[in-house]
């Protein structure tokens, strides 16, 4: 940490933390970069893909429940279809929200323009990156990811966010992306239409994919 008083490295009583389901305490960004911390356990990894199954996108603006673990299946079947190595990388791209939750990029973008600078954007997306050098390690992927995966990511979750808004949010104005190419990828690569899904009712399926996927855990069969 840059600001703020120095903390003896064992003084965690102050340091923003959150509480998981079980009342474990559970670290953030900048104990876990004071402390230098390394990949996380797999005890962490499978916390944070539960948490994924109680995270609602959309701020549940949608009116339906479609959770983060739902969106990550779709983002990485995808993925997988655009470049098979990226799929795992696609199915964990949002475990990170298990620590930082679901910021919309509206409110964010929104946040930078209330504070009139950038620095609130360029911080959130430093937080990500620094989970994410914590996370893919542990999955046994290769952080930062090489560039033709993190293409194939970012356009994988694209397409997720644009399948989600044909059938969650039909009615809502174009937005910048939107572009009758885009719907008919989006249309080839999705076909079926996407169905409302219950909290945690993913979990298993999500794990499971993970473990199939990810070298750096164990195998479906004993995870």
């Known amino acids: 940490m840059t600001n703020g008083p120095a903390r003896a490295a064992d003084d965690v009583t102050d340091w923003p933390w959150l509480a998981d389901a079980a009342g474990q305490r559970i670290a953030l960004t900048a104990e876990l970069r004071a402390r230098r911390a390394g990949p996380f356990s797999l005890a962490q990894i499978r916390s944070a893909a539960i948490t994924l199954g109680g995270i609602n996108r959309y701020t549940g603006r949608q009116h339906v429940y479609w959770p983060d673990d739902a969106h990550s299946l779709l983002v990485g079947r995808i993925a997988r279809a655009l470049l098979p190595e990226a799929e795992p990388y696609g199915l964990a791209h949002e475990l990170h929200e298990a620590w930082l939750s679901d910021m919309t990029t509206p409110y964010v973008a929104d946040l930078a323009l209330w504070m009139g600078t950038s620095a609130v954007e360029q911080a959130i997306k430093a937080q990500k990156s620094f989970l994410d050098s914590l996370i893919f390690p542990a999955l046994g992927l290769q952080w930062p990811m090489p560039a033709a995966i993190a293409d194939a990511v970012k356009r994988a979750d694209l397409y997720a966010l644009d399948a989600e808004r044909r059938d969650f949010f039909p009615e809502t104005p174009r937005w910048p ?10 249309n080839r690569l999705v076909p079926e239409r996407l169905k409302p899904v219950g909290a945690y009712s993913q979990t298993d399926r999500f794990w499971r994919a993970l473990c199939a996927a990810c070298p750096g ?6 995870a």
Request: hydrophobic share 30%; net charge neutral; no cysteine.
């Open 177 to 186: 992306h939107e572009s009758p190419l885009l719907r008919t990828t989006v």
């Open 217 to 222: 855990l164990p195998r479906p069969e004993a």
